[in-house]
């Protein structure tokens, strides 16, 4: 909830016919600080000369054409500004575009050199101008002026900028009985038993946040799909929800279960090459249509962890995935066809699994098809290197699926600013076209000229008054959305806007929390899997560690398959002495990692089975390097606490004691992560805890007992 | 989220030196309006004189002792001042009581003929004193002055009070990962991973919330218990919590899983007479206590719907309750143990088994034990008659149950005040004692002269900002915490006093929304459960209608289990015909129903199996009553969308507006559970619709469709 700021003035009455003044206090009620505005808080801009300065200049806003979407760019702006400049109203007249106007000219230019989405914004003391194509351009000038405005001082600025990825999506996991699949930030966002007539006002917060970043596409429920989605009960739900994103330019699409045609339909099979299920899908993308005309598509986890898909027929992933484009024939929208599959092999590699069945199919999808492969190739693990079918299907266009909700990133527990890590990965040269080939343009479409291209993040929305419980989660959603319309852009900046947006504008606070942002991935890594351990966490629940997970419904869902600690020493082998994914990449990129000698320690223990006693170029040998880097990371979450704990008068209140809490469980839960893997370890390895460090308090069975806490009915 | 009321004058310099007056606007900021102060609102009091003459006569607080609670109170007492009167200070003064002293006195006094938690407030323009034994009371006198100024004007007026019932307690159904069993409005507010370091402020809201009707009780966790919560490390979380509620008189229970010593303790067996098991429970008591010294105790599920329990070991619940009574030698504490047993036999009656089971056990209990009876026979039906258990037990107390949350009542989608339906239950003679014995009697032991007597209900709370989902769910905690302080209140003034409270002081709007809230109930069971249907939802989900429903884990989770709707007629015959049910009551009590030609036809079907053609005292025949009460329901309805919108003007438009979009819902559905019903048992009574109603408009399969959407996976 959003409150105006108010300047209040408290007079007393010294008898009842004469006021007499006593005193005059300012008291500005912003923004709710318990983050519920996200970077849309728009608190008054402290400086009064600026902000004398900024409302000088912008007296007025004008808009050259009425569409809808141009009067909600306008009604933006003035929000924004009533936020950020005080009480100060602001008409709006139809005036032509010229200096000297001392207001803002939002104006339709057709002949502008920018894509449908692209803005131009130039602003001097004298006057503004927001110019772009589409109105859909005019809002997203509208939102980027008002940032702009929060990092800059009143003084003339142009911005010309456009989308570089054309699909800008969040993937939600939200079921439709209101829980979410690794939500941590309590229930659905989705109220589907109060569509589609009551319309939950955070629908349109959510939507306004969105289209700041240029958000532009939603999968509203989890990939493990109910078919529910495709009835008609809820597709009027999901018109309704439609028409309240449709304005901010945010189109929708619908994770489909594969198996619909037989549980929806009632027909006796679900095969994508029998004709009576390509006309049921036909049938059901044209009632589609006539709820959602610019429905986006559909996304299709397939013959993935037990979810039907073409295989179950004989058939392959081309055959589901052309069939539903086929449906899609004379609409817009596309289809998405995730690339997570692996199959449960004691012997075999995990990390090879989707290469291996998606290769052979490069070029064989309907144009209306990308594929969406996760960051990496194991699942969202803390750290990856990139996936090896990054560059490797230059004929089918590929989509970018970040995680944004921590799954194996301490959920809301844990502060880790992933910004960084999707930027490692985007910044991934594939060598697919010599050097320069980075992910970035893989998956904008520039490397290999597709005309599709697609950023997706697993959201970590949720119910909670702040949407992502950790407060710092937000910061994760706005990363995602910067780096979706701009794969090349730099992770600390956008961590110092998130902060100038949403926490505080002084100097000393950005500055420490966006220092504290950019170095929270690397401790968490260092007190979870360090050197390159990856896939040790509780089992099912994902909270905490447990790398002594021997058995499971499969063999690549324990933690032993990928640590493989002996007594000759520990880590994958996955050169050609083993499983030889390492094969898979380019031979540049092969060549940052295939010699542990030279491999970054980042990924070591990902590529290579070395001895406990392997001496590193750290000087150390792996044990001790792995042992000190769990004891860095937890003294660095006690940093992080102290750290934080300085700019306390900086912050708002309830956001400050909020994280000075979860820091304290952050600190609690990197010394268990620290305890249970040093001791762990320390079995296999029969080493000592290094000189300096002191061992742990208590015993590996102790410490197993705490995740078993998790497994109790 | 609170914002204080907020007096504002403008006043503009007309040059530097010289304040010229311009105008004064008074701005009244008053609670944010979307529901999520509860009853705690204190927006302004409208009228000005009694705002003045209230000011004038409440000019500071005192109190004559400085315990944290007498603090508190105190505290509260100028929140709700400050809400109500505008933003005038009051100070705190030790002062002696007296008239003409125009303040505030909270005053301890042991020689009151009170409980020690009973207050006695006198009001006059010159003075007012709140006095009470302990400091407890006076708390509870505060939130009761603050009640009264609200519902009064400010005339000198005197409340002397104490509850009837000595544990006043919500249930709540949460489970471990965040989920509500049966919850419908958000995830749980417990945030278990966050605990105990951060600590969501809408703890100590809900501890107000509930300390303002008087509740002293939270059973934190869903009686299909984890034994997690019995861990060290949850028990340091529920500290915390305790710490918390503490300030407000709330006492903090666990529901407990019987297999604890088992899955905890690594015992062989969890048998209540093993010494093992009882050493295992005494000593986890006793650690319990480390962490809460005013633990209060035990809510256990047993041996019901799958729990474990001492049937588990050849032992009764009197050998499983007297064990962990045992445990709680020497502390406060008591066992609550509850009655909710039935097993799956298709040719017996559910209604009977409690009774079976328990009444055999009266007088068998350990005096710390109370047994917990559900309001009726079968699961919180919209409308049962009262349990058979009340006035059975002489020798037990017993505490009720009643279910807040509404799983069988609309869920989150449907209005429906449940006040009307409490008192109906709580006002039912048992005749145990002879006439007068009512239902309340039993449960505030003043009928069997019990030391514990307590009154249960199942929480409707969730994370949604306005807590419970449905804006009017906010009037069933209401109502339940009322009639849990005092189980003979009227439900028609605690309607009123919610309404004036929450939502509206405006005479019209009270008028119409009480007259609404009483009508609810009826409602809605005319258009789902009418002339005493019941249990036809449907399956698991338990929404909407499945009266065909046949099949299912056991015979009596089915349907037609409890309609038995055939050729021959409808009902479920519980007089010495076939079940005999009726027989476990007084015969005093029996002579209500016995007979069909004189049984309340809101309890027809509860016990009689009819003809359809069975002519009823109103002139109709069995059949065209039914449809007719379908069809009445559903217009009723409509009714309520219209007075909704009569009072739109006088209402928070956030809550208008939410209510709205749920009464078009409420409208749709009601025609579902209609259709539904009227259609399927048309199929037995081969009967037209009566004459002057319009037969629905589809057919039967394509109702059951829509059912069947909430099965789709």
Redesign the interface.
């Known amino acids: 909830?959003e409150?105006q700021a108010?300047?209040?003035?408290?007079?007393k009455t010294m008898n009842k016919s004469l006021?007499s003044?006593v005193g005059i206090f300012f008291v500005f009620?912003v923004t709710?600080q318990?983050g519920s505005s996200l970077w849309l808080g728009y608190s008054i801009l402290e400086n009064e000369t600026e902000r004398a300065a900024y409302a000088e200049s912008l007296q007025f806003i004008s808009f050259s054409d009425s569409t809808e979407r141009m009067q909600l760019a306008s009604k933006e702006l003035q929000k924004g500004l009533q936020g950020l400049l005080g009480n100060s109203p602001h008409e709006k007249k139809k005036l032509p575009n010229q200096k000297g106007m001392y207001g803002v000219q939002l104006q339709l230019d057709e002949d502008l050199t920018l894509s449908k989405e692209g803005f131009e914004i130039e602003y001097t003391p004298q006057g503004t101008t927001i110019k772009a194509k589409k109105d859909l351009g005019i809002l997203y000038g509208v939102y980027a002026f008002l940032r702009e405005m929060q990092l800059r001082k009143p003084e003339p600025f142009t911005v010309v900028d456009q989308p570089k990825v054309k699909i800008r999506m969040l993937n939600h996991w939200d079921n439709a009985n209101?829980?979410v699949e690794r939500g941590?930030a309590?229930?659905s966002i989705w109220k589907w038993?109060?569509l589609p007539?009551?319309?939950d006002?955070r629908y349109e917060d959510y939507a306004r946040a969105n289209a700041a970043l240029g958000i532009n596409g939603v999968t509203l429920n989890n990939v493990n799909a109910?078919?529910?989605f495709l009835?008609s009960?809820?597709l009027e739900k999901i018109k309704a929800l439609a028409d309240v994103f449709r304005p901010y330019g945010i189109q929708i699409y619908i994770s489909v279960?594969f198996r619909s045609p037989k549980?929806?339909g009632g027909l006796a099979t679900s095969d994508p090459l029998d004709p009576a299920v390509r006309k049921w899908w036909k049938d059901k993308t044209r009632e589609i249509h006539q709820y959602i005309p610019d429905f986006g598509g559909f996304l299709v986890k397939a013959n993935s962890e037990g979810e039907p898909g073409p295989q179950d027929y004989g058939r392959t992933h081309k055959d589901g995935a052309n069939m539903l484009a086929d449906a899609l024939q004379g609409y817009e929208g596309i289809v998405i066809w995730r690339a997570f599959v692996y199959k449960a092999d004691p012997n075999g590699d995990r990390f090879k699994e989707a290469y291996k069945q998606f290769k052979p199919l490069d070029g064989t999808f309907d144009p209306k098809v990308i594929v969406q492969v996760k960051n990496g190739p194991i699942d969202f693990m803390p750290r990856e290197p990139f996936h090896p079918l990054f560059g490797a299907l230059p004929n089918t266009p590929l989509a970018m699926e970040f995680q944004i909700t921590q799954e194996y990133l301490g959920?809301?527990?844990h502060w880790v600013y992933l910004g960084g890590m999707y930027q490692e990965c985007l910044r991934s040269d594939t060598y697919a076209k010599g050097p320069g080939s980075s992910v970035a343009k893989v998956i904008d479409g520039s490397l290999f000229e597709h005309e599709i291209s697609l950023m997706a993040g697993v959201a970590n929305t949720?119910?909670?008054?702040n949407w992502t419980g950790h407060p710092m989660g937000q910061s994760n959603w706005y990363a995602f959305g910067r780096l979706a319309w701009n794969p090349e852009m730099d992770a600390a900046t956008i961590a110092k806007e998130w902060v100038v947006q949403s926490l505080s504008r002084k100097e000393e606070a950005v500055s420490t929390l966006t220092d504290l942002m950019m170095s929270s991935h690397a401790t968490y890594v260092k007190y979870t899997y360090p050197l390159g351990l990856h896939h040790m966490m509780g089992e099912g629940h994902h909270?905490g560690p447990q790398p002594w997970l021997d058995k499971s419904g499969r063999p690549d869902w324990t933690s032993v398959y990928y640590h493989r600690a002996s007594a000759s020493g520990i880590g994958f082998d996955r050169t050609g002495n083993y499983s030889d994914a390492l094969d898979l990449y380019h031979p540049e990129v092969q060549e940052n990692w295939k010699d542990p000698q030279s491999c970054s320690l980042d990924y070591l223990l990902w590529f290579h089975h070395l001895p406990w006693d392997f001496k590193l170029n750290t000087g150390n040998t792996l044990w001790d390097e792995l042992i000190t880097r769990y004891y860095e990371g937890v003294a660095e979450v006690e940093q992080m606490s102290t750290r934080w704990e300085s700019v306390q008068a900086q912050i708002p209140s309830?956001i400050y004691?909020?994280i000075r809490?979860?820091l304290?469980?952050q600190a609690?839960e990197a010394l268990w992560w620290r305890d249970a893997c040093t001791l762990y370890f320390k079995e296999f390895s029969q080493l000592p805890i290094p000189e300096g460090l002191t061992p742990p308090s208590r015993t590996l069975e102790e410490v197993k007992k705490?995740e078993a806490?998790?497994h109790?009915?």
Chains 1, 2 share one sequence.
């Open positions: 909830m409150i108010v300047t209040m003035i408290l007079i006021l003044f009620l709710a318990d209101g829980t941590y309590g229930s038993f109060e007539y009551r319309l006002p109910s078919s529910r009835t009960e809820y279960n549980t929806l959920q809301a527990t949720g119910s909670d008054a909270y309830p004691e909020n809490g979860r304290k469980i609690k705490l806490i998790y109790l009915r």
